[in-house]
């Protein structure tokens, strides 16, 4: 269960790192969109492993195929499918430690679970299983950039290395700029130093992505449950790898005052704005109109190359010394998956406002 | 939309802070659990304001009422709807005031979405929304201490200030030992102090709760988009004033190195047991039986009795000077709302894990 | 679980026939349409026991409470929530028989589920659940009269007595001028006459309720399991007694050869339309715009006041010899029962088609 | 919207009659159940055009892929993808009429609803999507056999032929004994020698299927929405062509008085049961251990080969001539489809009630 994710823009994806393949099938997309398999392609090569030395060398090409919800070039308004098949299945690589639970990995929840895992990469828990994810998030983002929406995700933070990056004036051009996808471009040549460093000790590290969605109109999100900051939490949280989201001001936020924090009303060319944006475009969990701003946090990738203490299925204490390919670092992979994430919360949730603004008589 | 909550234990709630009252009903929950209005009401109490000088003053009685779903003391396993009726809706504090905007609230938001809006005390985006998720979470507790899950939140850190807590040894008696809300009482000492000081000054301060769950069996959670930490988060960032969310080691584990924070596995008396638990208790978004660990970051109360620059709903430049009853500190109270919506994630997904498990053939 | 209904226009039931008493959360009413207590209560005073000699004599005014959602006599697009209290709670005329299964209801099916059940008076499988779906009907009925929607049901049969109604013409005053709701004068005489007759006899009589929409845009409805006349079917099977749906035609148009039965196409005035209507006014799960038509059959009350073998809780042959009063034909209270689901599915469909529109760029 | 179906037992089909393919995601699958491409392919051979004289020659051999969710030979508890690819794609077919609203078919509301439609071969309304579902019921069907429950459908009735049948003794054998699946020989005999003589004439003709559901127990269902018989409804007039549904003695039993109509109750072998079954295994939502009886209409197939009056998408008066291949009868071809969406409805009721009994102690 859980594969599903929106209300009314809803995908389901499939998939395990091994076998067929993986994919998404994307049911409530709007009839009539122009959609080539160009504009899916495009994100899928920036999620994709082996595009540059900074992250793991599995050699997936992962070219993809719309199934179905296309005629002549636009969309139907019936479920997209999109699939990609798995072509680099090294499962030998899996195959000495095939029963010993790898840690901080899913092999011991999964196998407790349900009784039964794919040990070959993975299976459901692999970072494949986000390429249905980056596949829908295309056509998500087609839809917000019709509607005037921007949404640009970039790494803001490895391990204590920071940058500094006005998050109003990021440009995707800056962004992938570097392999690291950190728009500042000092920040980025320590970073891509770091990573490679840790990457040659068998090691690995984690950091921030921030994110920011520009030109979100006011109304989006809803009081209670489905606040708008509260489903991109856990669209972000549904990472793989993912211990922590902010919005706005975050945890530094909570250091100050309400005084020091509030966010100031004023008019500006006959619109309010906030003198401030501490809220991070978000008040009582409807959008104001303001930059979206958030963070996720991303552990270390659990895969080193070191020996580590381990058990196996059978429950006999093991050495666990993992070889080959590994990525030492998530976040240049994880830029296009937020920003995915984020296209997806924003998508299901503009849909659901012209919904409501439609029914309330257009003047909502 | 938006007012529901959970798959299997799936709650609706509804009401404003003036009108009726305020109340949930909770469609889902399994028959023959034995269940009293104390059961609720002593829940309620934690969350309601007037409690302590810490808080509002609003002298809200809260007492609920348990109108459907159960029969001589027991649930039906039908709809159980709770209710609180409103009683101190003191109005005209906010008549003065009604068409101003008040900042990082959520009056412009609502406005814009809706066209309209309750102005009395903030409506739906109220506070008081929560006691139907207090109420709920009254029996979720219930269910999930029958199971021996156990459910502790505290104040961690208000504004600058932390303390030092063992989350597997926090009882709720050191919780509630003082009106702060922190088992840590030489820390209590100095929050209680800085939040009295911070209410004679007309500000707010915001800070964190943390949350454990004790007892929790491996296997709770799905793996993709129903993660557990993804379901948490949501809850907890839907709450009011949160600003952030932990899983963990969180955000200072987004530091470390991937050798550093690696939970080894090895076994504990024929069940397997990590090390560390930088996981949180989570592994792949299924709980690995250690004990959860969570947190939150709360804003500091928009509210203060200063004066702050605004607008209205005309458009004009208005200087808003709020007058009254004001809550200087929001965490005290909300340590009941960040129980009550652990025990609804946790309680949903133990009920889809038993049923997973029942349709598995009972062994997964 | 199953207590909710609806994607946009989403409504909640709770409550029993005994207890505090039954209502429902409406969760998706579009914000600032007028609303008072009369738009619920007309409907209510239609479905309530004791309006006529026809119907039971349990003496409940049904006396309704909008307890949250709306502000100045419009509603908040914040949930709605209606409740009517038990009154008439003469749970003595249940306590002689509380340990039998009273024949085709459901006090055995529901002791299997849950392992308790409320004896009094049906519990939740009382026909006072149907209180919260007529509630929230009558708010439906509004949105929908808005957009030039129209819904009538009327009973098209009682028994073996049929009646002669055209579909398109028929109208409320008709139905209404009978306690037996049927427009068909004559006919409605025969059905009292059969009704007293039963009721005499302390029997019970069945038969169908035929019901149109008009005015019903083009579009509305999905392709596949959401068809429109899928959700008409769950709608009405899901209320008391149901035991047979049709559309358009329905069994009696499984007995003709496709060139009689299908809907040639015309334009009329610039609009495209059928000829004939065996349709229904669904074609591929979607709204053509003709008048969508369909009838439910309702079976004979199953309480009766006559004796009837049967079994206790504890597995013993036991006769049961109902007494008091009793409902000998379900089918005049159905009308505005059947009127409110088909309410409920149409207005659900309609914010649904205006999402897609709205998303499609307005044109669809 | 609207290609999802089920709550734990969850499927979303995709697809069209011309492009890529169809398919199915089936997500809540419970984990270690064997599963094998015949299991699948059995199922898909049953519904496939072309498998006998009574049915269109379309020559699709419908060759089943598992895509994902299995690992050597058993379910993996995550999402099961299952595809066909389209094959027979002869578009040229519709060519000439691409323009021409068939009537009684869904291209003018498709078009109407979308502003885009596939014009080949009825693109989502084709019954090709019913593989999905039928791919699905397979699996679901080997998860209700594990737990006892049969399920069988036939042919009942074609246009007035019927036949006599004894529900709780029809085999598959008997029903896969001639192609138009009536287990009733001499009828069979009757209503295959009705069709090839409708077909000659280039008409086509309608029916009723009938279904039993065997071994199912006591429990399955909900009390209010989802009672078993409207998810029944729902899931039967989700098929193409379906006009009508009954349950148990359906529109039959609407003629009777109560006393003639109630199931009385009995002790055998220590369970309750019923003397007649009116009720057709289900009492106020819920099954009460009797066999489970439904009755769908279908109307006669929509597409014939005979001059009809139509417009086009202009809005021009039009002479439709279809040519080539029709299935005059789509009865034989709905007996797994039918099949299949019961055992969907019936396996979702079953891990619901699992959990239900699960989290209640075990002992409802």
């Known amino acids: 269960m859980g594969s599903s994710f929106g209300k009314l823009f809803r995908i389901t994806t499939f998939g395990e790192s091994h076998g067929g393949g993986v994919g998404v099938v994307i049911d409530g997309c709007p009839p009539r969109i122009e959609l080539s398999i160009q504009d899916i392609q495009h994100e899928l090569d920036r999620r994709r492993p082996g595009q540059s030395k900074l992250t793991t060398q599995r050699a997936e090409s992962d070219r993809a195929e719309i199934f179905s919800g296309t005629f002549e070039g636009r969309t139907l308004g019936t479920p997209i499918m999109i699939m990609v ?42 970072a494949r299983e986000t390429i249905g994810r980056v596949a829908a998030g295309a056509i998500a983002k087609k839809i917000l950039a019709a509607h005037g929406i921007a949404i640009h995700a970039w790494v803001s933070r490895v391990a204590d290395l920071g940058c500094t990056v006005d998050p109003t004036q990021v440009t995707q051009q800056a962004i992938e700029a570097t ?23 068998g090691d690995s590290v984690g950091g921030t992505v921030d994110c920011v969605a520009l030109g979100v109109p006011v109304g989006l999100g809803e009081p209670v449950f489905d606040k708008l900051e509260a489903d991109l939490a856990r669209a972000m949280m549904s990472l793989p790898a993912s211990k922590a989201f902010e919005i706005g001001s975050g945890m530094e936020g ?3 005052r309400g005084s020091e924090h509030n966010d100031e009303f004023y008019m500006e060319d006959g619109r ?59 976040l240049p992979r994880a830029v296009p998956m937020v920003e995915a994430m984020a296209a997806l919360v924003l998508c299901d949730h503009l849909l659901r406002q012209i919904a409501l603004k439609g029914a309330a008589g257009g003047t909502a």
């Open 254 to 256: 909570t250091h100050l």
């Open 179 to 201: 392999p690291v996808r950190c728009p500042d471009a000092d920040a980025a040549k320590a970073m891509i130093a770091l990573i490679e460093k840790v990457k040659s000790e």
């Open 272 to 330: 309010v704005r906030t003198r401030t944006n501490r809220s991070g475009g978000v008040q009582g969990g409807i959008s104001n109109g303001e930059p979206i701003l958030l963070r996720v946090g991303f552990k270390p990738t659990a895969t080193i190359l070191r020996a580590q203490n381990s058990v196996d299925e059978q429950g006999t204490a093991r050495e666990l010394q993992s070889r080959g390919r590994h990525d030492p670092c998530v």
């Open 85 to 126: 098949r798995n072509e680099d299945a090294r499962a030998s690589d899996y195959e000495p430690n095939k029963d010993i639970f790898r840690p901080s990995h899913a092999d011991y929840t999964y196998q407790a679970k349900y009784g039964i895992r794919s040990w070959k990469g993975g299976g459901r828990s692999s």
